[in-house]
């Protein structure tokens, strides 16, 4: 099972950007994927998540209305959409799963999920 992180960037505040978490080995039907970040100096949080078994999402409250996490399961990928970023999302940013099957619910905590996929760097100037 892999998971891989892209589509970072560098953006002004105000832009967006599309993260994707490829996920490969699992059927993404089946499993609940997060998405983390830690910023320098601070530790990994939790951002957002969906099960794509039961339709559940979550957002951390300093995203919420702003961020949008979706998926393909066709192709396997799960999309963070982040409109009107701001300099205090710049972090790199990790997606996850608990490989729980058929969970309900998903998890942002950071201690429940054991793979990651590696991080992407969004760093949004001010």
């Known amino acids: 099972v892999q998971l891989q992180a892209s589509g970072g960037g560098l953006v002004q505040a105000g832009e967006s950007l599309r993260l994707s978490c490829a996920v490969s080995?699992?059927?993404?039907?089946?499993?609940?994927i997060s998405w983390f970040r830690q910023a320098p100096g601070k530790e990994r949080e939790g951002v957002s998540c969906?099960?794509?078994?039961?339709?559940?999402?979550q957002y951390e409250d300093s995203v919420k209305g702003r961020f949008t996490i979706s998926r393909d399961d066709a192709k396997n990928i799960v999309y963070l959409q982040m409109n009107n970023l701001k300099p205090e999302d710049t972090a790199v940013y990790y997606c996850?799963?608990?490989?729980?099957?058929?969970?309900?619910?998903?998890?942002?905590?950071?201690?429940?999920?054991?793979?990651w996929g590696q991080g992407t760097q969004v760093t949004v100037s001010s």
């Open positions: 969906i099960n794509n078994n039961d339709g559940v999402t």
């Open positions: 080995g699992i059927t993404l039907d089946f499993y609940a």
């Open positions: 996850a799963t608990d490989q729980m099957l058929l969970r309900t619910g998903c998890t942002v905590s950071p201690s429940l999920v054991d793979l």
